[in-house]
Every structure is written in C-alpha cells, then in structure tokens.
C-alpha cells in the first residue's frame, strides 16, 4: 500500500464552523501549499509581512507531503502579505469574530491509495459500524528516535541536547548532514547545513559554547511540542490499553513509537480521556511504561496543554472508488482525528 508517494494523492481541506464574514474581528486568509511544512511557511508568511509569527492563528498543522487547503488569521487591523505560487498561495477570504483556531470544525480528505487489489469488507464494516480508536497519527512522532523520546533524557541536559540532533531518513540529505557533522563535533559544517534554531546551536558551539549552556538556546515551541510528543503517546497507550482489556479480538498495528490495538468489534470503553499532565493518576501506569521522571517535567509544567479526546470517531461522509491507479477515498474527520490511522486500519494492520 502506498500513501502519500506523491502530494496531490493526498488532499487536505480544511472546513470551518462558521460562514466567513465582510467584517469581523478578525482577517482571514486561504493558504494553499503543496509539499511544504505547515510552520515554516506561516513563519515565511509573517516574516514576509513584518509581523510577528504569534498573530497569526491556525487550525492544525497540516501533512508535509500533501497538496492542503487551510484557514490562517489575524486581528483584522493586520493584514499578511498575498502569495501566488505554483506550490504555495495565499488569499484574503474574508472576516470571522474568532480566531480561526477556534473556528475550525475539521478536515474534508480526498486520498488515493495505490499498491492495493481491493478493500477487505470486514475492516469497512468495522469503520462504518463503530468507527476507529482516535490515535494520535504516524507523523505526531517524527521525533521520535528507535523509540525513545526527547523528555526520556531530561535528567542530562547535554543528552537531551544531542538527542534533538539525531537525523532520520525521511529527512533531507542536508539535514541529515548536517546534523550528523554536529554529532561528530563539526559545528562549523553543522552551521551551513542547519537552519532555525539548530543553527543557532551550532554556531554557539563553534564559538566554544558548552553543551549544558546551548540546552538554554532551544526554543520553546520545540520544548512545548517535546511535551505533546509525550501527551500524545501516554493517550495512545491508555487508550490500548483499554482495547487490550476489553476482551473483544483485535488487529496490532505497528508505528514509529511502538505498537497500537485496533478492536474488531465495538468496545466498551470512556468515550473520552482527558490530556496527560503530569501528576495524573489517569496515566500512572503508562508513565511508569514510558519510563519517564515527571520530576523532570516540572519546569515545563506550562506546556502541557488541558484537553479532553475522544477514544473513538467515525469518518463521516466516508465513500471510496476503484480507478486505475488504485482506490480513491473521501471522508471527513473532525479536528485533530488523523486519517492515516482509519486507512492503515484497513489496509495494513498485522
């Protein structure tokens, strides 16, 4: 099964709560990209307009490797600078009296899945009758690493440091590189392949700047994205736990931060679970797993975000075609669900 080998195979719109207004609080702008990262390109966009990044409010952050349609936002005395790009454009649609985090119901997904001879019917009528655990997807662990995580090295800042150094292969040739030069100490190569933050970090070093003091250089939405990383895998594991514990028979699923239970049956369990926070007698169990001090968590306290999730969702409008290349999906999700997880479900559960 193949997703996503190309962009266009995967398409994201995105669906507000609320019809757009001639005025409003608050200005709002289409974004279209294809093949790009969702954060470095609102950070382009607001550097582009000379306004700061934290005006500009949005939904979710949205695949790389898709062609996506979203909604940004800013207080309406503001305006963003209009692109039109082949792979990229941006467009004033309209006004809304909220920003436009709060104002996305979910996503509308037109996906092609090719590699495949045919759908089992036993996975559909899985999803349609009671749905699939609402996981946290594949591409909420890419800093995952031989599955150990940032906040299980804590306890040596130098560690934890290098940790964020350590290169994938899905990344880039030059980041790779890069980051490879800087583990081996060549900070100087490591300043020209990196860009952001690490870049930083290594020039700082090449300026004989110590491991311990760069820890401080790392930014904090790389520290508050660190900890979802871990809210999110203490839900997936609860919340297999729960399958596991039901009784009913399941399908395992293998994923970047371990392994995951799908029920082949409606289960009996909460139709929500609220956010990892540390101290939470919800996650004692998943904690002592994971093998995290939440001690260490303590100064990061404040990023952690409150939340409740549901455990279960059904795509809604949920259809599917045969073409030539393969079976064409749509169906929509609401905000935060992941539609990897329902399509690898059905297609490659082991």
Known sequence: MKIKSRPENFRVEEILNRPLKSKGKHRVYRLYK???????????IAKGSSLPFNLISYGGIK????????????????????????????????????PVERAVSGNRFTILIEGVKEVPEERLKVLKDFGFPNYYGE?????????????????????????????????SSRNRKGKKAFLDGDYATAEKLLSGWR?????????????????????????????????????????????????????????RAGELLFPLRKVEIPGELP????????????VQKVGVDEELLKPYQNYFHNFSRKTAVKPNGFNFEELPQGFLFKFFLPKGSYATVPLRFIFSSV
Do not use: C
């Open 34 to 44: 294809k093949g790009l990262e969702t954060l470095p390109v609102l950070k382009r």
């Open 199 to 255: 870049r930083k970090v290594a020039a700082f070093l090449k300026k004989g700047g110590t491991l311990k003091e760069a820890f401080k250089l790392i930014p904090e939405e790389e520290l508050e994205f660190q900890m979802n990383v871990l809210q999110s895998l203490l839900f997936n594991e609860k919340l297999k736990s729960l399958i596991e514990n039901s009784g009913v028979e399941t399908l395992k699923f293998r994923y």
């Open 275 to 286: 956010s990892y926070t540390p101290g939470s007698e919800v996650y004692r169990k998943e």
């Open 139 to 171: 591409q909420r662990f890419t800093s995952v690493r031989n599955g150990e995580l940032f906040v299980q090295h804590l306890k040596n800042k130098e560690e934890a440091l290098l940790f964020l150094f350590k290169p994938a292969g899905w990344e």
């Open 63 to 98: 695949d790389k490797n898709a062609e996506t349609v979203q909604f940004v936002s800013v207080p309406a005395k503001f305006h963003l600078k209009e692109i039109s790009l082949p792979n990229l454009k941006l467009k004033e649609a309209g006004f809304l009296d909220v």
